[in-house]
């Protein structure tokens, strides 16, 4: 008579593996969570004065090609010299200076780029460019 028995449906939710699947991930996450890296981001203080860099060497082409620095009006090689003795003083073996070469829209490009040149050649790591509008 056992064998007559009709099989009831099962009105319950097996969550066996729903669990299993959940302790896998959290096993993975636990894992691999030691091996990110998270970035580190130094916020300034309060005020926390900013360390100011000697001003830049502002190098102003004109429109027939001469350079100028600081209102003396040189040649190629006078600029040439001029870079290299401002470069080689006392502090800008610990704080670099910069140099900034200014032009109007006037001035052909070549000319700013024989600036450039230049400067590569005096060794001058950093070079901006700076737009003077024409007068």
Known sequence: M?????????????????????????VIFMVTAPMTNPGVV??????QALKQSAAPIVVTVQKD????????????????????KQLNTKDSSTNPRSVVVAADEKTPYGKVIEVMD????????????????AP
């Open 2 to 26: 056992a064998r007559n028995r009709k099989r009831r449906m099962m009105n319950q939710i097996n969550v066996v593996p729903y669990i299993d699947v959940t302790l896998v991930l959290l």
């Open 42 to 47: 130094d916020l300034p203080k309060v005020g």
């Open 65 to 84: 090609g001469m350079a100028e620095i600081a209102g003396k009006n040189l040649q190629r090689d006078e600029l040439l010299f001029e870079i290299k």
């Open 118 to 133: 230049l400067l590569k050649q005096a060794k001058v790591d950093k070079i901006g460019l700076l737009f003077k509008p």
